[in-house]
């Protein structure tokens, strides 16, 4: 359990409350994402902004770093378009770097989950982006009231969530001291599995992906990778 987690005493309230301001999805609604559904330190509440019915979809995490090279760029928008070209929807945390690129390529079929409250200030960039991937039919997520401001640990907590919402992880790009690496941990610890991009050898950017794929994640650039992250979670997706 993430020591920063809001404690029992708030997720009661969460549930029991009719008064948080904004719109929430409780645990106990049957629109409830299903991935969610008995992991170790799920949310018991969302409060939520855009299409409720991309949770019917099966997810792929894109994650990686915010200071991108243009091949991690690249990487991510490939591996985002592959993602939608079967099916599913792309989630990430939109924050800078390879987690925008990925909602952008996505389009509308994005599930952003983000490490603030809804109504909380962020960077004028983030919000652009949020409005737009909204604009264009996707969704955006917070477990946090309203007026939470993003701190140091909401992040990390924030990633164990994307991490829940889909059926496997890719790292496309990052270093060996990555929050898309909490990610990829947490998707192992949910039995998920984990891709990462081989990016160039010597690019201290891609540290973090020869990690993973040393302690065994999949190659991200393999063809047919999704639908082997997809039909690992028993759902084939078909190639087309």
Not at 28 to 38: K, V
Not at 54 to 70: C, I, K, Q
Not at 80 to 86: G, K, L, T
Not at 223 to 236: E, K, S
């Amino acid at each position: 359990m993430l020591e920063a987690l809001p404690d029992l005493a708030w997720r009661a309230r969460v549930l029991r409350s009719e008064a948080l301001p904004g719109t929430w999805l409780r645990a106990d609604d049957p629109r409830w994402p299903p991935a969610l559904h008995g992991l170790p330190g799920a949310p018991l509440a969302l409060a939520v902004e855009g299409d409720l019915t991309l949770l019917e979809a099966p997810g792929v995490a894109v994650v990686g770093t915010r200071h991108t090279t243009s091949t991690g760029r690249a990487a991510a928008r490939t591996v985002a378009a592959a993602v939608v070209a079967h099916g599913a929807v792309v989630v990430s945390g939109l924050a800078a770097g390879i987690d925008a690129e990925a909602h952008h390529a996505a389009g509308g079929r994005t599930i952003a989950v983000i490490g603030q409250g809804l109504a909380a200030s962020m960077p004028a960039w983030q919000a652009a982006v949020r409005q737009r991937i909204v604009r264009r039919g996707g969704l955006v997520l917070s477990e946090y009231p309203y007026g939470w401001n993003a701190t140091r640990y909401t992040f990390p907590e924030r990633n164990r969530v994307v991490a829940g919402l889909a059926r496997g992880v890719v790292v496309v790009e990052a270093g060996h001291r990555s929050g898309a690496k909490i990610t990829a941990t947490h998707a192992q610890r949910f039995g998920r599995p984990v891709a990462a991009w081989p990016g160039p050898a010597q690019a201290p950017s891609f540290f973090g992906c020869a990690d993973l794929l040393a302690a065994g994640a999949w190659p991200a650039d393999a063809p047919g990778l999704i639908v082997r992250v997809l039909g690992h979670a028993n759902r084939i997706v078909a190639a087309g």
